[in-house]
């Protein structure tokens, strides 16, 4: 992969994230519009959107 992907937070504020350091994707509370993304060292970040469309992004990147 070794890229970089801009993501939404479900605040509305944007980051850029590392697409070789995430460990795997989940939804985030039974929520379908908002994804929780799991690095290596057990950190997370809360993005918008559905599984679907975060993986999408992710593999594009």
């Known amino acids: ?35 929780a993304i799991n690095f290596e060292k057990g950190n997370y970040l809360v993005v918008k959107g559905s599984l679907g469309s975060v993986m999408t992004i992710l593999a594009e990147g």
């Open 1 to 35: 992969m070794n890229g970089y992907v801009r993501l939404e937070t479900a605040d509305g504020d944007f980051v850029v994230v590392n697409v070789d350091r995430i460990s795997f994707v989940r939804r985030f509370r039974g929520e379908n519009g908002i994804s």
